[in-house]
């Protein structure tokens, strides 16, 4: 290895590790607005249509929020099925798992949303006695059908995040729980979930930020002009306009951005529910009580 | 009330366990154990570990389910076997007599001091808020914690929790308290303030208590009876002067010897 090399390595051990990487950062970012610029990127056309693109934001927000929603209730449901003795919510929820595991969510979104109407138009030919209107509760506009296959499909994965959540609570929790006379839903409601919820939000935060890119699926539903969400309206005025490196590039900083706010957001919340566990966070609190009481017996005469 | 019906209902049984046995498994941990419990007493149960005293105390209140045999606690008489919608409901109103404290103290960490000790009293409704509130009060104020009770269990000592352990369970107003180890778990230094707490319950409040200890010295002071476990049974039963002072098994003697 050259002297120069030795050097430079020694320099740079004195320069922070974050300024190097945020540097790096900084780098790339160059060198993409470099090739961009030298495709021909249309600034002023971004300009142009990025407040449309955004404007997809409140319709992908409310089908991730929707979505994630039906999701929780599900894998709580799920879950509490997985843990129980009983044989039909067990057999139930294994197979609610099984299959919104087993199936692309792709194919879940056009069976909602394509493959649920004739069901309900056959059913209403072979049953007489079936209500008038019976067959119209099959049909279903693009978003329902996009939010419940999102929320069934996240909702199936998250069981098993719920499920290991709950049995992440010290058995003696429970017991302790039983001891006291209390009843299944009390126990449930009042000492294991409110624990089990600690393991739980982390990765249901991360389950939340997944569907919100995956709300883009949605759009293969076909939405109307007037509330596509964020990836919809990008193909639209892409397409009409040939400018489809701009649409997608303003659809990805879109999701991007939601993604990096979300996770900030995702981590102060993180910090918060720890503090009543945190023994560090405990242990500092003591101190300040600590130095508290000692000026107060110092302040006495 | 006559005097008769006094001693009568001083004399009367809150538990009797009847021919239990508990399997786990293969494994027979308690091979057909009798034992009553009288109104006020005071039972120390002891031997080594893996003799199934805990086991026997786990089956009093249906943590565990008896393989075979019955339980009685305050006139409520249940075997072991399937739970149905039934039997659960039964065990519960069983379990509202019985209170018990673990080796580890099990507190809910996501709940201050006092509502540890109020939460059960009012899932069961026992009185309106106020007066369950006061109930929690009084019983902090009774194990020496009373200016604890807004703090969480994890800024107490392991000697604060178990004492909060205590008072949770007496919130219940229960006919009888289990103690599975209640010390055991704790540094030695404070052991003494859980123990003075339970000598407490017995001479002022005259608590049935069900006691599993390696503490000879205070199973000698408060007992009114001890009972040696030796291989998931009963080796021995007397009054700890005359069971510490003359065993008459050799076991017991090993035993004794061994501890004290």
Redesign the interface.
Known sequence: MSDAWERVQLASANVPFRLKTGVVWVVLFLLLAFVGNAAGFDLPWIRDNFRYILGGLRYTMFIAICGIVLAVVMALLGALARISRNPVAYGVAGFYVSFFRGTPLIVQMFLLYLALPPVGRNLMASYAWLPEGFDEAFVLDAATAGILALGLNYGAYMTEIFRAGIQSVAGGQGEAADALGMTYGQKMRKVVLPQALRVIIPPTGNEFIAMMKDTALVSFLGVTVASAEVFRRSQLVGKADFKNLEAYVAAALVYWGLTVAFTVFQTRLERRIGRGYDRAHVARAMRVQANQASHTVRAEP | MSTEAVNDRQNDVVVRIDGLHKSFGQLEVVRGVDLEVRRGEVVVIFGRSGSGKSTVLRCV?F?EDPTKGSIEVAGIRLAGGHRTRRKQDQI??L??H???V?Q?F??????SVLENVT??AR??NRGTDAQITQRGKDLLDRVGLAEKSSE?P??LSGGQQQRVAIA??LC?EPDVMLFDEPTSALDPELTGEVLSVMRTLSTELHMTMMIVTHEMGFAREVADRMAFFHQGRILEEAPPSELIGSPRHPETRAFLDAVL
């Open positions: 209140n943590i519960r109103r379990r509202l019985v209170g018990m673990f580890q099990n507190l809910f960490p996501n709940m939460c059960a899932c069961a969480h994890i800024r949770r369970a219940m």
